[in-house]
């Protein structure tokens, strides 16, 4: 499979006044063509970050280090104005507040019109006779009227499948969606899940998929990279990770899960304890203090993530012999 995203040791340090906050620790993954992976982890383990940094989105006091490879070429290398060009056209991110990504000022037939022109060419006719066909396609309603819009007159969830509607007018090489559904209703969320399926299928995009919820990855991707203290902690294809996770913080996200048929309501923060300090990550296994499985060594010594088998990685000191 040929690889649209790979990060090589990205690592992420915020300066702040109490010291140096390690959000992003050494992280290697990558994405290929037409592959879904769900990134998972609790609150503050770093998903948003990675991906923020990978493209060039840090705060002022952030720093990325490592490489963040997009088809081969660096984007922490790469200059502003070939990242904006990238991001508008080859690589299109999805926040979950998608009203802080449309511009304020400009109606939605037109942002959506604008990219066809803009990145692919068309002539203003074609370019609408395309918006038309991919909001029919995503059962907006009154879309004629609704072209001539503001984003302020949208709701949450509309905005969102506008946000989806431009993913994809442009047909990005990748596609990173940050919670795309946290903020909506199940329903609403449904029918997003099923554009991401028709994104996927028809586009070939590489998509990286950042979720609080299981039942999100189980419906859509390929495979899953689970985070904690900004590390990663295991990846696997989803189906083998879902029915033997390995590592114990995984066993306690999917425990948390309540029933497969109730896999939208799964908590990810439900595990008992605090998730790690990062400006002070301790010397061993930063799950070690809320590990049921912990043992000296893992107090005093890091655990290194290791290959499991051709598809399977995870950094528990219990897998080495595995
Ligand atoms: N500008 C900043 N200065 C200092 N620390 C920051 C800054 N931005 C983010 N962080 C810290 O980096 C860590 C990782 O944040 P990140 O946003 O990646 O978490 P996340 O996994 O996306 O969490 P959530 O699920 O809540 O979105 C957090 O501890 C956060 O407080
Ligand atoms: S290394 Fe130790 S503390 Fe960390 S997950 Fe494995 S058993 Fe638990
Ligand atoms: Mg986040």
């Known amino acids: 499979m040929e690889t649209v995203l790979a990060l090589q040791h990205l690592t992420v340090r915020f300066d702040t006044k109490d010291g140096s906050v390690a ?3 050494d992280l290697s993954l990558s994405v290929g063509r037409g592959e879904c992976i769900g990134i998972v982890g609790e609150s503050g383990s770093g998903k948003s970050q990675t991906f923020l940094a990978s493209m060039g989105l840090l705060a002022g006091n952030g720093k990325a280090t490592g490489r963040a490879l997009f088809r081969g070429h660096d984007l922490l290398k790469m ?27 400009m109606r939605i037939g037109d942002q959506l019109m604008e990219i066809l022109i803009a990145h692919k060419g068309h002539t203003p006719d074609v370019a609408r006779k395309r918006v038309l066909e991919v909001m029919e396609s995503m059962r907006i309603p009154d879309i004629e009227k609704r072209l001539t819009q503001y984003p302020h ?3 949450g969830g509309m905005r969102q499948r506008v946000m989806i509607a431009m993913a994809l007018l442009c047909e990005p090489d990748l596609l990173i969606a940050d919670e795309p559904t946290t903020a909506l209703d199940v329903t609403v969320q449904a029918q997003i899940l099923n554009l991401f399926r028709a994104l996927k299928a028809h586009t070939k ?3 990286v998929l950042i979720t609080h919820d299981l039942g999100v990855v189980a419906g859509l991707c390929d495979r899953v990279v689970v985070m904690y203290g900004g590390r990663m902690v295991e990846e696997g294809p989803v ?3 879902f029915a033997t996770p390995k590592h114990p913080y995984t066993q306690g996200l999917l425990r948390c899960m309540p029933r497969l048929d109730q896999l939208l309501d799964a908590d990810l923060d439900a595990i008992p304890g605090q998730p790690p300090n990062l400006e002070n990550l301790p010397k061993g296994c930063a799950f070690a203090e809320r590990c049921s499985q912990a043992n000296e060594r893992c107090t005093t010594e890091r655990p290194v993530l290791r290959e499991l088998s051709p598809t ?3 950094a528990c000191h219990l897998l080495e012999a595995a």
């Open 205 to 207: 995009s590489a998509i």
């Open 239 to 241: 189906a083998d990770i």
């Open 23 to 25: 959000a992003v620790n």
């Open 153 to 155: 007159e949208f709701s």
């Open 312 to 314: 399977r990685r995870a």
């Open 79 to 105: 200059n502003r104005d070939h990242l904006d060009k990238l991001r508008g056209n080859r690589v299109c991110m999805i926040f979950q507040d998608s009203g802080t990504s449309l511009t304020p000022h």
